[in-house]
């Protein structure tokens, strides 16, 4: 498998891109910090980048600023969220920095890099460089862009917790008008369902009920 990363850009193109079709008013989930330095509403891109702690940027090299291109990380449910946010800490910091948690049905109909079955393993790397090293990933993501410049984005094996799968959208035409439900993690009307599933990923919390 050699180095596992990419090849070039039109070596890519000539091998073809496994693509998903992503309904409209599909449900996804996002958390979101509404009190720091750098704040992200829950329906824009993050346009700085690629960020060493992330994995699927599209952001190409140096680091900074790449407005309109971005990225923002989804997952399909709560549980797959909270897994990948507080990976690091394995600890769900309900208070610091305010975060939200917001579910919104997706405005369009997407074209998103099906990297959830054996496409990685036919561009020449293994399936399992989706859950490693994130220097790799995100230039695979960065490849992925380049190549394909009109897809929104990937969906992915989500590398933290197993059997689910996260999406990495790279246009903001995913974004409802408004969103079905937005509420601080510590929020009394779902603290209890955060509770249980970071429960069930056995990451710790501050969560008092």
Not at 31 to 52: A, C, D, E, Q, Y
Not at 74 to 88: I, K, M, P, R, S
Not at 100 to 111: E, G, K, N, Q, S
């Amino acid at each position: 498998m050699g180095d596992q990363y990419p090849p070039g850009r039109e070596e890519l193109r000539s091998i073809g891109c496994e693509t998903v079709d992503y309904p409209a008013g599909s449900v996804l989930w996002r958390i979101h910090t509404t009190m720091s330095t750098h704040v992200t509403p829950w329906n824009r891109l993050r346009t700085f980048g690629p960020l060493k702690t992330s994995r699927w940027e599209p952001h190409p090299l140096p680091k900074g600023e790449h407005d309109p291109l971005g990225a923002a990380y989804l997952g399909e449910d709560v549980t797959t969220c909270l897994a990948e946010v507080f990976q690091t800490s394995r600890f769900v910091d309900v208070d610091t920095a305010s975060p939200y948690i917001t579910a919104f049905r997706t405005a369009a109909d997407l074209v998103l890099a099906d990297l959830t079955g054996p496409w990685f393993h036919r561009a020449g790397a293994s399936s399992a460089a989706a859950l490693g090293a994130k220097i790799r990933t995100r230039t695979w993501a960065r490849a992925i862009h380049e190549a394909w410049p009109d897809l929104d984005g990937i969906i992915a094996p989500s590398a933290v917790v197993g059997g689910r799968r996260i999406v990495a959208a790279w246009n903001t035409r995913i974004f409802p008008a408004a969103p079905e439900s937005s509420l601080p993690l510590n929020s009394p009307a779902i603290v209890s369902r955060i509770l249980v599933a970071a429960n069930g990923i056995g990451y710790d919390s501050n969560i008092i009920i």
